[in-house]
């Protein structure tokens, strides 16, 4: 029981990939928060983990919500006195090309996806600030990472995820808050119509779930994007090459044109370990010693 004592929230768990989720840490021995727009579908999941010896909260609303988001929080702090993870799973799909699709379909998706996830993230930052500890996943998606037709709102969401969490690991880790994103591929509601039959049957969302022991257990890594699927796992990284100097001339942009493939050779990329790790390489090069940063933070 690995998870024995620890808080979850887990959202968007009334079924799919969430429910998987909520039953896999609940049998690892944590108290699960499952949370969902629907009341009853919440429930369910929160009485199958209870058949199973576990113990789960249902806890209703969306996560666009600020005030229903608070309210599950102090809910779960009433209950139980702490919050020690949260799984941020709520999303929708609104898949189009970009040509037809609207603004307020775009807007959707990235409200539910990135605007949930910093809204239940905010939700308990105090509170694993204050304790200590804290352990954040962000579901991302390969459609994020990498680009998938038809989910330019999706896509740019779940990369935006990406950089709320890189954010998030810096700020929280004086404090013991780790935050790790979590890219699924798993058989579910979202999913259908999307992936083929061949492919959604080696899907089970169950499979994807043991891939959050290792980013909410006690040896946690933070900043780690972990790819899961299928019972396959892998990581994935943001990297920056080493690049070229070509100096600010009239025939700059030219001279990058015609050297581009230096300049995009990944021979000795970094996984930088934080943003002004390009402003600090960039300045380097041009002859700069003086710190790149004006403010220590």
């Known amino acids: 029981m690995l998870l024995d004592g620890r808080i979850a929230i887990v959202t968007g768990a009334g079924g799919g990939l969430g429910r998987a989720h909520a039953l896999y840490l609940a049998g690892k021995g944590a108290r699960v928060v499952v949370n969902d727009l629907s009341t009853d579908a919440a ?22 919500d600020e005030w229903a988001v608070s309210n599950i929080v102090a809910s779960t702090m009433d209950a139980w006195g702490r919050v020690d993870i ?45 304790q200590g500890y804290g352990r954040i996943v962000m579901t991302t998606s390969s459609s994020g990472l990498y680009g998938n037709f038809g989910q330019a709102n999706y896509g740019a969401a779940k990369m935006a995820l990406v950089g709320l969490m890189q954010t998030l690991a810096i700020e929280g880790e004086k404090y013991g808050i780790r935050v790790n994103c979590l890219a699924p591929t798993a058989a579910t509601g979202m999913t259908e119509g999307v992936l083929s039959e061949a492919s959604l049957a080696a ?7 043991p891939g959050l022991l290792p980013l909410v257990g006690e040896d946690a890594p933070t900043r780690a994007i972990l790819c899961a699927g299928a019972g396959h796992f892998a990581t994935a990284n943001v990297t920056l090459t080493d690049g070229i100097q070509i100096g600010g001339g009239a025939d700059a942009g030219e001279q990058l044109a015609m050297r581009w493939g230096e300049a995009a050779d990944r021979t000795g990329e970094i996984v930088p370990a934080y943003g002004f790790t390009q402003a600090e390489r960039e300045l380097a090069a041009a002859g700069i010693t003086a710190p790149a940063v004006a403010v220590a933070r």
């Open 43 to 64: 429930q369910r999941v929160a009485d199958e983990i209870g058949q199973r010896g576990g113990k789960a909260l249902a806890l209703a609303g969306s996560v666009t």
């Open 86 to 130: 949260l799984v941020n799973n709520a999303g929708i799909l609104r898949d189009k090309s970009f040509a037809k699709m609207t603004m307020d379909e775009f807007r959707l998706v990235v409200d539910v996806h990135l605007m949930g996830a910093a809204i239940a993230s905010k939700a308990v930052w105090e509170i694993m600030r204050g």
């Open 203 to 209: 899907l089970d969302p169950a499979l994807v779930s």
